[in-house]
């Protein structure tokens, strides 16, 4: 899931090329992923909270993801004409990285003593940001 970060730094060229987008309206149109995220971060994380059973929520998040990334792989190339399907992908990307966010990183206090919370954490985002 950590792949998702340096992915969406360079999908900008991506969309250019594969969807026909130009370079201001593929930057725009990748902020939905983030938006999306944005949004059902904190309802998913009062539902995770409150039902619990995180181990199944990180395998949901996985495959939501792997979801959006072979949907996107699928879609076909643009003839002439910004393909605006693609803005699903972006939006089952923004809920996997929410489950992501919810779920997987708040499970690092639970393994973690609290002396090394903050190395822990340092680590998480170091992988995160180098893969």
Not at 53 to 74: E, K, N, P, S, W
Not at 105 to 125: H, N, Q, R, W, Y
């Amino acid at each position: 899931m950590s792949m998702w970060i340096p992915f969406m730094d360079n999908v900008n060229s991506m969309f250019q090329h594969r969807f026909c987008y130009t370079q201001l309206s593929a930057g725009n149109v990748i902020t939905i992923a983030y938006l999306v995220a944005v949004g059902v971060s904190l309802p998913l994380g009062v539902f995770v909270d409150t039902w619990g059973h995180r181990r199944l929520m990180a395998v949901v998040g996985i495959v939501v993801f792997l979801t959006a990334q072979l949907m996107m792989l699928a879609y076909p190339q643009c003839q002439g004409e910004e393909e605006s399907g693609v803005i699903a992908v972006l939006v089952l990307q923004g809920i996997g990285y929410a489950f992501y966010a919810t779920v997987l990183c708040a499970t690092i206090p639970l393994v973690c003593k609290l002396s090394l919370l903050g190395t822990a954490f340092g680590l998480m985002e170091m992988f995160e940001s180098f893969f």
